[in-house]
């Protein structure tokens, strides 16, 4: 299929040409420090904030649910990345920098398609994963996306639509997919937190556990929560 480009009049082009025109008055160091920011330092950062997510979820009721939440940020990049596969085979669209002379290209030799961004559609999909389980976390998670869609595009590599299709494709993944994650890993993060590796899912001293709610619903609740509920039923029964 033909590129999305076209010659002529485009938005698409004139927002490249205004975001890229930023690189070719910056100074070096700020396009080499850009160069690493767009292409790992983004990305490094959100597996860092998914770290701390994991380790503060470890330590709320509701251990598992929580943590469950959190494994679907990573799961859905990957689904997500996978999804682009066939995307980006079937509209063959070039990078700007080989239909548009003149371009500050921070990473040349790329030779793969440009629509839809990987980056783009990886840091949305973990973004979007981390607000469905952590709304703080995954507020910074979203701005991370954003600045990453804007640095691909300031790279020279990427058309601001690439961007927009990446944030969409991620965006969808994430949300569609979720209810259905959740009904297959809070069970597993259940587990895992009643075995010899429940570290992963609770905090020492915090011990993961499934029940059922007064209504049958399943729930999920620490250990500790659950004993003190005991001793207030035994006091009450005492009375």
Same mark, same amino acid.
């Given at each position: 299929m033909a590129g999305l480009a076209f010659e002529g009049p485009n938005p698409d082009v004139d927002v490249l040409d205004g975001i890229n025109g930023l690189a070719k008055d910056a100074p070096q160091w700020v396009n080499k420090a850009m160069e690493y920011i767009g292409e790992y330092g983004l990305i490094a950062g959100l597996a860092v904030l998914c770290l701390i997510a994991w380790w503060s979820a470890r330590r709320r009721p509701g251990a598992a649910a929580a943590v469950a939440g959190l494994v679907w940020a990573p799961l859905a990049a990957g689904i997500a990345l996978l999804a682009n596969?066939?995307?980006?085979?079937?509209?063959?669209?070039?990078?700007?920098?080989?239909?548009?002379?003149?371009?500050?290209?921070?990473?040349?030799?790329?030779?793969?398609?440009?629509?839809?961004?990987?980056? @783009?559609? &990886?840091?949305? %999909?973990?973004? =979007?994963? *981390?607000?469905? +389980?952590?709304?703080?976390?995954? $507020?910074?998670?979203?701005?991370?996306?954003?600045?990453?869609?804007?640095?691909?595009?300031?790279?020279?590599?990427?058309?601001?639509?690439?961007?927009?299709?990446?944030?969409?494709?991620?965006?969808?993944?994430?949300?569609?997919? @979720?209810? &259905?994650?959740? %009904?297959?890993? =809070?069970? *597993?993060?259940? +587990?895992?937190?009643?075995?010899? $590796?429940?570290?992963?899912?609770?905090a020492p001293g915090v011990e993961a556990a499934a029940g059922q709610d007064a209504d049958g619903s399943r729930v999920v609740a620490t250990g500790s929560a659950m004993r003190r509920g005991q001793k207030e039923r035994d006091k009450d029964l005492a009375a």
């Open positions: 596969i066939p995307i980006r085979s079937f509209v063959e669209r070039p990078r700007p920098f080989k239909d548009h002379a003149g371009l500050e290209v921070l990473i040349p030799g790329k030779s793969d398609f440009s629509f839809v961004s990987d980056h @783009a559609t &990886l840091t949305m %999909a973990v973004g =979007v994963g *981390l607000f469905i +389980a952590h709304r703080k976390f995954g $507020l910074i998670g979203i701005l991370l996306a954003l600045a990453e869609g804007f640095c691909r595009v300031y790279m020279g590599v990427h058309y601001p639509t690439d961007v927009v299709g990446g944030f969409a494709l991620g965006t969808a993944v994430a949300l569609l997919l @979720a209810p &259905l994650a959740q %009904a297959l890993l =809070v069970p *597993l993060t259940t +587990a895992i937190g009643r075995s010899k $590796l429940s570290w992963l899912v609770c």
